[in-house]
């Protein structure tokens, strides 16, 4: 196959040449409401040609690129004295995966342990393109469903103006558990 950022044959969708040239992760962060800090790794606007794919089926490897690359280092790199729960957000299967349940399986380790189905929008509704007033507007009312563990990470793939994480943020905290971040792979700035 050819990659697809500098069409020269490559193993994978995404060279490893490239990879290093234009897929290093960043650690920006955010605060949302409740004082949540949200971890993301790239600008929506560097790799918006990749967030593109998702929901087709090439989708399914770019995600698994970008979360091995992003969501694997972080957690190699992260841990905890107890276990965390980590919790994709609205990780419904489309296209034959689900793109924030790739992200969340990635960051599986010693002390990390995702969880799937957890949270999910009771309402259908999308954000993409709306106003913040319309987002206020119309919640998503995310069904949190238990985790054993006290400390919780939410995981979701965008962060435009943080809305829907703030909404799963607290619905995690009405439970009584501990939200100690989130993280996106990308931010809209
Ligand atoms: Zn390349």
């Known amino acids: 196959m050819r990659c697809m950022l500098c069409e ?10 490239c990879r290093r040239e234009h897929l290093t992760p960043s650690l920006y962060t955010k605060t949302i409401a409740s004082k949540v800090t949200v ?20 989708g399914f490897y770019i995600y698994s690129i970008l979360a091995h690359i992003a969501f694997k280092k972080f957690s190699d790199n ?4 107890h276990t965390v729960a980590s919790l994709s957000i609205d990780d419904h299967t489309r296209s ?8 969340n399986r990635a960051l599986q380790s010693r002390t990390i342990m995702p969880y799937y189905g957890k ?48 909404e799963a943020a607290h619905s995690v905290q009405r439970e009584g558990k501990n939200l100690l971040f989130c993280l996106a792979l990308a931010y809209v700035e």
Do not use: Q, W
């Open 78 to 81: 992260f841990t905890f004295e």
């Open 96 to 103: 034959g995966y689900s793109h924030t349940a790739i992200l």
């Open 119 to 166: 949270m999910r929008a009771a309402n259908a509704v999308t954000y993409s393109g709306k106003s913040h007033a319309f987002r206020l507007a119309h919640p998503r009312d995310f069904n949190y469903l238990h985790v054993k563990e006290d400390d919780v990470i939410l995981v979701d793939d965008i962060i435009t103006t943080g809305t829907t994480l703030s």
């Open 8 to 17: 020269t044959l490559s193993f994978s969708h995404i060279c490893k040449p």
């Open 39 to 58: 971890y993301s790794f790239y600008k929506y606007a560097d790799i918006e040609m990749l967030l593109h794919t998702k929901h087709t089926p090439l």
